[in-house]
């Protein structure tokens, strides 16, 4: 008994040093471009390669986006990739100490994320990233702390659209219960409603997941996926950048159980391509691999996609 307590004690301690937030140390050497901590988990979902290329479709009808294969490289993927299926990053974070110039952020944000690494644009063969939907919130919830940083994203991310999102939990990257689980979600905010009843919140994205020390996938591979620069609105592509050699980074691998519920994709409040293109059409998606840290992420400025993707910086891959 007094082996299975500490073991839990142990496990509580490890989820709350992973939660802990980071202070901006990048900031001081990009004086003039966006920086800011990012307490966040990524997920590496397998879905079929059909409903995957529908998804950067809907969101991206007009870039001509394309899925390349994913690379049989042993220092990446150590099992290789599923034969049928292709990458979708998902995340959850909570950001903070939020810096730029021209805009200075109070308090922290909340994020999900959602891109395809991997993808082709005017049919080169170098690999980006496609945004799908992407939310957003104050730490108290999508009105009105999220709406002027959704409003404002060109300015803070380059343009990349955003949601208003509604989080569990409000201000934390996760939750946990006494066994060590942990759990977060994102749901899109289409009419919220936090005065006198609920309101309309579609599921974009729920986790349930635990620490593990046998991923299918190395650091470099998460690392490598999360860093691929991402295609804009605009055509030109940014390098979103996270460093993970803090010391207060703590990086850790996940897995657990993920689900994409409508606002994963596309513009229904009812399904959504990849929810349905689940094993059980539900939108879950079972034993898939993350990578959680506390990261330092400058978002620079937009550039030519093929230059983006020549610059990307060696040590973020560290």
Known sequence: ????????????????????QCINNVAAYNPNIRTMTANQTWFVVPAPNEAVQTAVDQSNPTAGLKLLQVPNDQSLFPQGFPAGMHPVLVS????????????????????????????????????????????????NGPLPNGLVPAVASSLLFAGNPLRLGQFIPKSQPYQSDAGGTLSAAASWTIVPNPVSG???????????????SSPRYTAKGFKTMINMPIVLPSGMCQRNTYYFNNATALPVFRNGQVTLGPGAS?????????????????GVYMDVDGYGACAQNVGNNPQDCETAARTVDPKSLQ
């Open 266 to 282: 596309g513009t229904s409040a009812t399904s959504g391509v990849l929810q349905q293109a689940s094993p059980d059409g539900s």
């Open 92 to 139: 959850n974070a909570r950001n903070d100490d939020i810096r730029m110039s021209a805009l200075q952020i109070d308090g922290g944000l909340m994020t999900c994320n959602i891109y395809v690494p991997y993808v082709s644009k005017g049919g080169s063969q170098t690999p980006l990233s496609a945004a799908l939907p992407n939310y957003i919130a104050g730490e």
């Open 198 to 212: 609920p309101g309309v919140y579609p599921e974009a994205v729920d986790y349930l997941f635990k620490t593990t």
């Open 1 to 20: 008994m007094r082996y299975f307590s500490e073991s839990l004690a142990l496990a509580a301690l490890a989820a709350q040093l992973s939660n802990a």
